[in-house]
Each structure stands twice: as C-alpha cells, then as structure tokens.
C-alpha cells in the first residue's frame, strides 16, 4: 500500500495554463507539506496543513493555492503557470504537528512548464 | 529562515571505506535533524534523527550533534555502492517552528 501517493507522476503544459497536484496519505497523519525541488535538488517547502487548518505558508506566489478538503488530501493549484514553475513537486505527511515528527514523502510530480 | 549548509561534493569513496557528511545550521534555538537519502529520480526517505548532543548510531550509520558548534554529521561505514545517493540535512527549529529546512545536498557515490 502506498503511504503518500500524487498524482500525476509527470504533467508538461503550457505556461499560462491552469493545472492542479493531488496528494493523499492513508497514514492518518494530521499533517501534510508540499515542498519544491529545483533542478539544483535544493527542497523548499511551499505550504504545510494541519487537519485542514493552513500552518505555513511560505513567500510563495499567490498563483500557487493548497486546499485540503480533509486531512488525508492536500492538492496543489497553479494558475496561471509560469517557466520557472518547472520542479519536481513533493508532497509529505508526519504524524503531528511539531518538532521531531518523521516527515514521510510522495513519489513527486514533475512539472515541466513550456 | 534557517540556514542549513552542507560540505558540496559530490563525494566519491571507494567500497567498505567511510563517507563523512557534514552539516551547519544558523539558527541557534533548533532542536530537530534528521539525514534524509534520496536517490536519483526518488523521493527523500528517512535514514536518521537526532535531538541530543553526542552520537546516535543505526546499523552502518552514525550521525552526530553538537549543538554548541551548531553541527551535525553523518557517517556510512562500510561504505556500499547502494550507498550511492544523495544526502540532505534537514534541520527543525523550536517547538513553535513547523518548518523542515533543508540544505542542498550531498552527493555520495561509492566505487566498486
């Protein structure tokens, strides 16, 4: 069974479109990231959720918008998208909120912006 | 924002030897890190956490904290060449900080 899973695993757009990431873990964590990579594998976090409730949100460009209909989903929308979006996009649950939570990671999307 | 700086390599070593890895933090009140391995294409996995000054071993890995040089490292004996991968620090600041920073990595690759 796979603890985080996203989907898709791979989306090439164009820039300017409207797309979204889904995310779901079946852990029963109360939290759940999302995090970018850039080419150069340095891991940023985005936004983080705690049963549904915003916990972080990072200087990210308000064109990026979570939303998470329940603690075991948190998806991704980007709109309009832009070339410098292209990352690979990590989703990630812990069990609760604070320090010294495993932080467990989806397989990524990879989001290529043309 | 945490910074979390790690020695750039990549790192090469030969099989059976030992890879250092070595990881500096800025913010003094952290209390959290960890030592994540991600293969190339994957996504980051859990190796080691450590909160307390001194070493903490798991199997062929050790990390180490000092948390008054605000350092941390990690090291592979026995080195393997499914020890090939990349190595990210990630450090947690207070009890009221939710956030994981990570540093940009350490590739290590273990020659046969």
């Known amino acids: 069974d796979t603890a985080v899973s996203q989907t898709p695993k791979y989306l090439v757009t164009q820039m300017g479109n409207d797309k979204s990431i889904k995310c779901e873990q079946n852990?029963?964590?109360?939290?759940m990231y999302w995090y970018k990579q850039d080419s150069k594998k340095f891991l940023k976090i985005m936004f983080s959720?705690?049963?549904?409730?915003?916990?972080i949100n990072e200087t990210v460009p308000n064109r990026f918008s979570p939303k998470s209909p329940d603690k075991a989903h948190l998806n991704l929308h980007i709109n309009p998208l832009e070339l410098g979006d292209s990352a690979v996009y990590f989703c990630?649950?812990?069990?609760?909120?604070?320090?010294?939570?495993?932080?467990?990671f989806g397989p990524g999307t990879r989001l290529t912006v043309l | 924002q945490k910074e979390v700086e790690q020695n750039s390599g990549p790192l090469s070593v030969p099989e059976g030897a030992i890879a250092s890895l070595n990881c500096t933090y800025s913010?003094?009140?952290?209390?959290?890190f960890f030592w994540y391995r991600q293969y190339s294409g994957k996504s980051p996995e859990l190796i080691m956490s450590?909160?307390?000054?001194g070493d903490k071993e798991d199997g062929r890995f050790t990390a180490q904290l000092n948390k008054a040089s605000q350092y941390v490292s990690l090291l592979i004996r026995d080195s393997q060449p499914s020890d090939s991968a990349t190595y990210l620090c990630?450090?947690?600041?207070?009890?009221?900080?939710?956030?994981?920073?990570f540093g940009a990595g350490t590739t290590v690759t273990v020659r046969a």
């Open positions: 852990l029963g964590h109360d939290t």
């Open positions: 990630a649950s812990s069990q609760v909120l604070g320090a010294g939570d495993t932080q467990y």
């Open positions: 913010d003094r009140v952290s209390q959290s």
């Open positions: 450590i909160y307390s000054n």
């Open positions: 959720y705690n049963n549904k409730e915003l916990i």
């Open positions: 990630a450090v947690k600041g207070g009890s009221n900080d939710y956030k994981l920073s």
